[in-house]
């Protein structure tokens, strides 16, 4: 079966599927910040990623809600799409103990999103007024960037500096040394 992705269209969808969703898009269009996005099938894995990247013409970036033992602190994580995250090295780069990711309950209640849909917009809300932005120097040195809308079936496409704007806030740069993994090629 064929991974379903959408024209690229712009402007919001006609209905939203969560109170976060919501926000993401009125903040963009309140702004007047381009952007331009597609809905698709959920977006997970790697092969589906490919097809995202594909429709926009720009890799896409995972997008990782961490916390520390004590679950009172919190990192959100934007790397590359594939590259394996090793939470040895992260720790590492901010010199801070090691760290874990946040489970389903803590990403609905700080970012508003379910699993697989972990967005930097997630930071517009004020319940991630104290998560620490953190994001790999070579993914912050892109022209655009493909984020998830809040949703595993939504991709929005936007200028880097769009997206610090729009935050209101600039992320912690770090280098990440993994490198990036090649998806397995297909046969048809």
């Known amino acids: 079966m064929a991974f379903y992705t959408s024209e690229i269209m712009t402007g919001a969808p006609a209905t939203f599927k969560s109170p976060t969703q919501k926000l993401i898009y009125e903040r963009l269009e309140n702004s007047g910040t381009p952007y331009t ?14 097809n995202i990247d594909k429709a ?4 896409t970036v995972k997008t990782i809600l961490l916390t520390n033992r004590q ?8 790397t590359h799409a594939r590259k394996p995250f090793i939470t040895k090295e992260f720790g590492a ?4 103990p090691r ?22 917009f997630g930071l517009l809300r004020k319940e991630a007024a104290d998560v620490t932005f953190v994001m790999d120097h070579d993914v912050a ?4 960037i493909v984020l998830t809308d809040g949703d595993a079936c939504g991709f929005i496409a936007i200028a880097i500096n769009d997206l610090f704007n729009l935050l209101g806030r600039t992320p912690l740069l770090i280098d990440n040394p993994a490198e990036i993994l090649t998806p ?5």
């Open 37 to 50: 996005r597609i809905e698709s099938d959920p977006g997970v894995s790697m092969d589906d990623c490919l």
């Open 71 to 78: 679950k009172n602190k919190f990192w959100l994580y934007v």
């Open 99 to 120: 760290v874990s990711f946040a489970d389903e309950e803590l990403m609905k209640e700080i970012l508003g999103t379910p699993h697989g849909a972990a967005t930097p």
């Open 141 to 144: 040195a892109r022209e655009k």
């Open 184 to 188: 397995p090629h297909r046969q048809n």
């Open 93 to 96: 780069s901010l010199q801070i």
């Open 56 to 59: 926009f013409g720009i890799e």
